[in-house]
T-cell receptor
Framework: NAGVMQNPRHLVRRRGQEARLRCSPMKGHSHVYWYRQLPEEGLKFMVYLQKENIIDESGMPKERFSAEFPKEGPSILRIQQVVRGDSAAYFC??????????????FGEGSRLTVL | QQQVKQSPQSLIVQKGGISIINCAYENTAFDYFPWYQQFPGKGPALLIAIRPDVSEKKEGRFTISFNKSAKQFSLHIMDSQPGDSATYFCAASGNYGGSQGNLIFGKGTKLSVKP
């Protein structure tokens, strides 16, 4: 499958635990974006990364959230000490270019986090 | 200024009818306006996109109408089919101070096409 791969598809955590969401971009794509989707809401931009660099993290909460895209391996969105309000679908998207207005964003099927 | 306002929130259309979804924006620096389609349990997928240098773009049964002066754009689905039932998101992006061209999404419209 050459598409954007996200795992796990579903994740259940108790309050205070850590959640790690992984994203492998499409083959040949080096730009990764993370979005969060709440019920009845649109997709909210969180962070944009290139290999080994965070380009824009303006949409990511300053505390408990972090993201990385190492030279080797998938991009990881990490949420520490999860709270119920973190329950959402987290989507990863990748592109072959550096800006969304010059190319299509390809989305994965999302990781659905439930915090008990 | 960063918002993209989308309406209606939900829409029910009979098979063969026309579905119309509207979006409005404030930021005049936006210069790329895609529409994404999302089925339940799936990620969004690009449907059609337009840039401000044209007022209309058509791909099959899907048409985007763009009104630059009013800062509005809309999606028209002709001859709507039950298989079109999904959530549709408009979005906008542009290169301007503080932005890396990230897509700003509307809140979505849940379309149901009745057979």
């Amino acid at each position: 499958n050459a598409g954007v791969m996200q795992n796990p598809r579903h994740l259940v955590r108790r309050r205070g635990q850590e959640a790690r969401l992984r994203c492998s971009p499409m083959k040949g794509h080096s730009h990764v974006y993370w979005y969060r989707q709440l019920p009845e809401e649109g997709l909210k931009f969180m962070v944009y990364l290139q290999k080994e660099n965070i380009i824009d993290e303006s949409g990511m909460p300053k505390e408990r959230f972090s993201a990385e895209f190492p030279k080797e391996g998938p991009s990881i969105l990490r949420i520490q000490q999860v709270v119920r309000g973190d329950s959402a679908a987290y989507f990863c998207a990748s592109s072959s270019t550096g800006t969304t207005n010059t190319g299509e964003l390809f989305f994965g099927e999302g990781s659905r986090l439930t915090v008990l | 200024q960063q918002q993209v306002k989308q309406s209606p929130q939900s829409l029910i259309v009979q098979k063969g009818g026309i579905s119309i979804i509207n979006c409005a924006y404030e930021n005049t620096a936006f210069d790329y306006f895609p529409w994404y389609q999302q089925f339940p349990g799936k990620g969004p997928a690009l449907l059609i996109a337009i840039r401000p240098d044209v007022s209309e773009k058509k791909e099959g049964r899907f048409t985007i109408s763009f009104n630059k002066s009013a800062k509005q754009f809309s999606l028209h689905i002709m001859d709507s089919q039950p298989g079109d039932s999904a959530t549709y998101f408009c979005a906008a992006s542009g290169n301007y101070g503080g932005s890396q061209g990230n897509l700003i999404f509307g809140k979505g419209t849940k379309l149901s096409v009745k057979p």
